[in-house]
């Protein structure tokens, strides 16, 4: 049974940049897309993107240009970097594993962005 | 951007009754749409893809239809366990969300 775990920090400071790992458990990760969601109460749920297990990605528009992804299949693991937050970018992200769609969730993590 | 919209916001409903969420889409999606369920406190759930397709160890009395702009998610026969939100969500042009349906109790 697949698990997958966010880690991070819960708060980030406005203009930093913002650097989760989801820990994958349960399948090996090579084979398979991997996404990053975020929900908050302002934008509802909203897909970041996500990332083949060679390095492929694909990315929301609307936040491509601060927006990186990446594997590591040694660690089991993938991880999401966003730049340059601000107050917006306060959500719970969740990490998942397949891409078309999004078939099974972490739990998510709270990330808050303020100084 | 493909807009998802979901009707009605919220339903209520009691056990036993037969509940229907539609969503459109902005432009044709064809079939690839997929419902999740979400509780308070929990990551949305998976419960269909490709617009019918149940995913395996869902209850059989969740079931999907529709094509194109406009679907629908049904469940025959609400459960005490079913009452939570409901999102579709499109995957043919990228990903985008519909604001979620709040099936609550009557």
């Known amino acids: 049974q697949v698990q997958l775990q966010e880690s991070g920090p819960g708060l980030v400071k406005p203009s930093e940049t913002l650097s989760l790992t989801c820990s994958v458990s349960?399948?090996?990760?090579?084979?398979?897309?991997w996404s990053w969601i975020r929900q908050s109460p302002a934008k509802g749920l909203e897909w970041i993107g996500y990332?083949?297990?060679?390095?492929?990605?694909k990315y929301n528009p609307s936040l491509k240009s601060r927006v990186t992804m990446s594997v590591d299949t040694s660690m089991n693991q993938f991880s999401l970097n966003v730049r340059s937050v601000t107050e917006a970018d306060t959500a719970i992200y969740y990490c998942a594993k397949g891409g078309e769609p999004p078939e099974d969730w972490g739990q998510g993590i709270l990330v808050t962005v303020s100084s | 951007d493909i807009q998802m919209t979901q009707s009605p916001s919220t339903l209520s409903a009691s056990v036993g009754d037969r509940v229907t969420i539609t969503c459109r889409a902005s432009q044709s999606v064809s079939n690839w749409l997929a419902w999740y369920q979400q509780k308070p406190g929990q990551a949305p759930k998976l419960l269909i893809y490709?617009?019918?397709s149940l995913k395996s160890g869902v209850p059989s009395r969740f079931s999907g239809s529709g094509s194109g702009t406009e679907f629908t998610l049904t469940i025959s026969t609400l459960q005490p366990d079913d009452f939570a939100t409901y999102y579709c969500q499109q995957y043919d042009t990228y990903v985008t969300f519909g604001q979620g349906t709040k099936v609550e109790i009557k």
């Open positions: 349960g399948v090996s990760i090579s084979g398979f897309w």
């Open positions: 490709r617009a019918s």
């Open positions: 990332i083949y297990y060679s390095g492929s990605t």
